[in-house]
C-alpha cells in the first residue's frame, strides 16, 4: 500500500466518494445538533420565564417531554457523530467495509444506507452463526 508525506495509508481512490459522504453526513449531522440545541435554549428560557409547576400545570407535562425529546435527538446526533468519526478513521486505515465481528466484507447495499455501519446484517441482527 501506498503511503503520503504524513505516513499514513492512502485512501484507495474507489472510497474517496464514500469520504466525501461520511464528511458531508458530518456536516448535515453537526448542523442538525445546533439547530436542536437552540431548540433546546428555547424550552429552557420559555420556561424560566414562566412559573411552572409540572404537577398541577396541564402545560408542565408537554413541556417536559419537548425537554426530554429534544435532549434525547440531540444525544442521537453527538453519537452518530462519534460513529462518523470512527468510520473516517476506518476508512483511512484500509478497514472500513468490513464486519467488526465476522470479518466478512459488509455489503455495499448497506453501507450505503448506513454508511458508518461496523457490522454486516446477519451480525447486526444476531442471526449470523459463528462456526468452529
Known amino acids: 500500500?501506498?503511503?503520503?508525506?504524513?505516513?499514513d495509508p492512502q485512501v484507495p481512490p474507489a472510497y474517496e466518494a464514500v469520504r466525501q459522504r461520511l464528511v458531508a453526513e458530518h456536516a448535515d449531522t453537526s448542523e442538525r445538533m445546533a439547530a436542536l440545541s437552540r431548540d433546546f435554549e428555547?424550552?429552557?428560557?420559555?420556561?424560566?420565564?414562566?412559573?411552572v409547576d409540572d404537577e398541577h400545570d396541564p402545560e408542565g407535562s408537554s413541556t417536559a417531554f419537548e425537554r426530554a425529546h429534544v435532549a434525547a435527538l440531540l444525544a442521537q446526533a453527538?453519537?452518530?457523530?462519534?460513529?462518523?468519526d470512527l468510520a473516517v478513521e476506518r476508512l483511512a486505515s484500509g478497514d472500513y467495509g468490513r464486519c467488526e465481528v465476522c470479518g466478512e466484507p459488509i455489503p455495499p447495499a448497506r453501507l450505503e444506507v448506513r454508511p458508518a455501519a461496523t457490522t454486516c446484517v446477519g451480525c447486526a441482527d444476531g442471526s449470523t452463526e459463528r462456526r468452529r
Open 42 to 51: 428555547a424550552i429552557v428560557e420559555a420556561n424560566a420565564l414562566v412559573a
Open 1 to 7: 500500500m501506498s503511503e503520503n508525506t504524513r505516513g
Open 78 to 84: 453527538r453519537e452518530h457523530l462519534a460513529e462518523l
